[in-house]
């Protein structure tokens, strides 16, 4: 397939429902890389390289030289929240950033302000929305939502929008009736159906306008085939979900080292406490089910215990998150993983990683917009699984297993670029390095 891929031309408007810690955290720091006072550390994007050609030919430019992406200058935020208070408010609540570093944007954030959101307690018990819609049924807030995306296009002068949704885990639900085509998923909303998420208006409003989104939390939200195949007919990328970051990034990091060396697995004991307003939610078991079964399913994607049971079949995985106000949005981690090698000789590594949530993630909604506008403008279409890197829980095609293994994501990425761009794909082969020498003796 040839891509014609357009250029990032004039603005960009970032548009995220929820605009709490993560949210609140990604707009402060683009706000301070744009004065120079800080650094976009962890975002592939604006400090990642990628190599092309050959390894003689030291071509490694960043990404951003490489592909036409859009410059952070060009970048606009909007958003949703379920509380009033101004991204400004908001930040300095969800205590992430040093309030020095808040006070330097500090008028480019108090002129964000939310608009009001689509809310049902239901999704999520713990959270009190004092800021949200009202509708006679969900079409009506549906609705209201595309009169946000047309306004804020318009007022804001962009000439692209994406949306990344940056907001709670909502309660545990399973694909329904209303799900399984876009005329049921209609009918859904104009009846209230109560399988039909707030996410999941999102997801439709965006689609509907032609605009990319990104789910960032383990909602099914645009994983059902109504919207997925709705995305294609619209010839919108979608992509989620889950953000992976904490421990499920040091999963996905260190399980494909054991397995590629065929070290077994008994064991792997994981437990969290956090107290930012994610882990308040994640107090509700309802919606601490969503997150479990997202964790979860990394492990055997990648062991994949069917294929190695002398391995991995016995392994036994526990994840737990409690919620523990004093850390905020310091989140701690605890890994106990009992391995076994030659012999079946018993072995333990231990993880205590102390991290920040919210550090983390924001990279991850920059790369998440830049790359879905980058598609957008590619004409890719539907589920872009090449951004499987950011997602504890990558959204696939139905009947395809995820890649979880976050090298072998990393180089479907780049390659995905490569192609994109024209360039030769990398297999990391290197036979003809050796070849060439031999034929030149």
């Known amino acids: 397939m040839e891509y014609e891929v357009k250029k990032a031309e ?36 604006q400090m990642g390289r990628i190599r092309l050609g050959k390894r003689t030919e030291g071509r490694h430019p960043l990404i951003k ?87 804020f296009k318009e007022d804001n002068g962009c000439d692209r929008l994406v949306m990344v949704w940056c907001g709670s885990t909502e309660k545990y639900i399973e694909q329904s009736a209303s799900h399984e085509t876009i005329e049921a998923f209609e009918e859904g909303l104009l009846n209230n159906d109560p399988n039909i998420a707030p ?10 306008m032609g605009v990319p989104f990104a789910n960032g939390a383990p909602n099914l939200s645009c994983d059902i085939p109504a919207l997925v195949d709705y995305s294609k ?38 437990s969290n406490i956090l107290g930012n307003r994610d882990g308040y939610v994640l107090d509700d078991p309802d919606n601490f089910k969503t997150k479990e079964v997202s964790k979860l399913s990394v492990l055997d994607e990648i062991f994949r215990p069917e294929s190695n049971p002398e391995l991995y079949g016995d392994m036994y995985h526990k994840v737990r998150i409690n919620y523990y106000p004093p850390h905020g949005d310091n989140k701690e981690s605890w890994d106990n993983i009992d391995i076994f090698g030659w012999l079946g000789y018993q072995m333990q590594i231990k ?17 998440l917009a830049l790359f879905s506008d980058l598609a957008q ?44 761009m024209g360039e030769d794909l990398i297999t990391h082969l290197g036979l003809d390095y050796y070849q060439d020498l031999v034929e030149s003796l």
Not at 238 to 251: R, V, W
């Open 233 to 270: 007919e619209q010839e919108v990328p979608i992509s989620g979900k889950d953000f992976k970051t904490g421990q499920t990034l040091m999963k996905t990091i260190l399980a494909p080292g054991l397995h590629a060396r065929a070290l077994g697995v008994r064991g792997w004991f994981s």
């Open 351 to 367: 993880i205590n990683f102390l991290c920040r949530d919210s550090i983390l993630a924001a990279p991850l909604v920059l790369d």
């Open 10 to 45: 004039g603005k960009l408007g970032i548009l995220i429902p929820g605009l709490g810690a993560v949210a609140t955290t990604l707009i402060a720091g683009v706000e301070a890389v744009k004065k120079g006072i800080s650094q976009p550390i962890g975002s592939l994007t």
């Open 199 to 208: 996410s999941m208006i999102y997801a439709y409003a965006a689609i509907k």
């Open 65 to 151: 030289d490489f592909v036409p992406l859009a410059n952070l200058e060009d970048i606009v935020f909007g958003g949703w929240d379920v509380y009033a208070d101004n991204v400004f408010e908001a930040a300095v609540n969800a205590k992430v950033l040093e309030p020095m570093l808040l006070l330097a944007v500090k008028p480019e954030l108090e002129a964000l302000k939310p608009m009001k959101a689509v809310f049902d307690k239901s999704y999520a018990k713990n959270l009190d929305g004092t800021h949200v819609k009202e509708g006679a049924n969900k079409m009506e807030l549906a609705e209201a939502l595309m009169e946000d995306i047309r306004s």
């Open 377 to 420: 403008r590619a004409n890719m279409s539907g589920i872009q699984e090449w951004l499987s890197f950011y997602y504890k829980s990558p959204q696939t095609a139905e009947g395809l297993a995820p890649e979880h293994d976050i090298f072998k994501q990393l180089m479907k990425l780049q390659n995905t670029l490569r192609h994109m």
